[in-house]
C-alpha cells in the first residue's frame, strides 16, 4: 500500500519568517517518484519540484527547497523569507512503480502568511 | 503554452440529475487524468487514458460515473444520477511522454455543488 501523510494541517507564520512543511510517504516500491503541488485559492495545483528514489540530493530554487530522506522516508518543503503570495495549500504525493502514473496525494498543508 | 482548460468552472444541481464536465489536455499531451477533489482534502484518481484508451479506472463508481476520451484528445466526464456525496472539485490533468512519472499538469477544475 502508499500513503503520503502530511500531518500539518494548518501553519500560520508572519512575512520574512521561514517555514518547514512535513511530508512522510510509504511504499513497498524501490522506484518512486515525489511531487510537491501547490494550490492557491484560484484552485489550480501548480507543480512545484519532482524528486525520483535514487537522488537523495537536496534542491533548492530560490527560496525553496527540498530535503528528501530515505531513512526516515520523508520529503520536507522549506520556504525561506516567506511571502504573502506563499500562503496556498500546499500536497506532497508520490507515484510509485505500479501505480502507472495514480499520484497518492497527501491531505495538504494549508499556509496562510500575514504580513 | 495553453495550459488544460477545463468546463464549466462551477455547477450547482439537485440530486439525481446528470451532470457533465469536459476538459481539454495540453496539446500533445498523451495522458489524461481525472481526479475527484473532496473539501479538506488530496486529490484522488478517477480514471486515467492514455490516448483514447482507459489505463486505469479502478476507482471510478462505475454505476454513476462515466468517462470517455474521444479521438485521444478531449475528454468528458459524466455523473448520472448525482449524490450529496458527489460535491467536490472535478480536476483534470494531462502529462506528456511515455513515463508514467512525468508531472502532471492540471486545470482549474470544476467545483460541483449537489443539493
Known amino acids: 500500500a502508499q500513503k503520503v501523510t502530511q500531518a500539518q494541517t494548518e501553519i500560520s507564520v508572519v512575512e520574512k519568517e521561514d517555514v518547514t512543511l512535513d511530508c512522510v510517504y510509504e511504499?513497498?516500491?524501490?522506484?518512486?517518484?515525489l511531487f510537491w503541488y501547490k494550490q492557491p485559492p484560484s484552485g489550480e495545483l501548480v507543480f512545484l519540484i519532482r524528486?525520483?528514489?535514487?537522488?537523495?540530493q537536496n534542491e533548492i530554487s530560490g527560496r525553496y527547497s527540498w530535503n528528501f530522506q530515505k531513512s526516515t522516508s520523508s520529503f520536507n518543503f522549506t520556504i525561506t523569507a516567506s511571502q504573502v503570495v506563499d500562503s496556498a495549500v500546499y500536497f506532497c504525493?508520490?507515484?510509485?512503480?505500479?501505480?502507472?502514473?495514480?499520484?497518492?496525494f497527501g491531505k495538504g498543508t494549508k499556509l496562510s502568511v500575514k504580513p | 503554452e495553453a495550459g488544460v482548460a477545463q468546463s464549466p468552472r462551477y455547477k450547482i444541481i439537485e440530486k439525481r440529475q446528470s451532470v457533465a464536465f469536459w476538459c481539454n489536455p495540453i496539446?500533445?499531451?498523451?495522458?489524461l487524468y481525472w481526479y475527484q477533489q473532496i473539501l479538506g482534502q488530496g486529490p484522488k484518481l478517477l480514471i486515467q487514458?492514455?490516448?483514447?484508451?482507459?489505463?486505469?479506472d479502478s476507482q471510478l463508481p462505475k454505476d454513476r460515473f462515466s468517462a470517455e476520451r474521444l479521438k485521444g484528445v478531449d475528454s468528458t466526464l459524466k455523473i448520472q444520477p448525482a449524490k450529496l456525496e458527489d460535491s467536490a472539485v472535478y480536476l483534470c490533468?494531462?502529462?506528456?511522454?511515455?513515463?508514467?512519472?512525468?508531472?502532471?499538469?492540471f486545470g482549474p477544475g470544476t467545483r460541483l455543488t449537489v443539493l
Open positions: 524528486r525520483n528514489s535514487f537522488d537523495e
Open positions: 496539446s500533445g499531451h498523451a495522458t
Open positions: 511504499t513497498r516500491d524501490t522506484t518512486y517518484y
Open positions: 504525493a508520490l507515484i510509485g512503480r505500479g501505480s502507472q502514473g495514480n499520484l497518492i
Open positions: 487514458f492514455q490516448n483514447n484508451g482507459v489505463v486505469d
Open positions: 490533468a494531462s502529462s506528456g511522454g511515455t513515463s508514467v512519472y512525468n508531472e502532471q499538469f
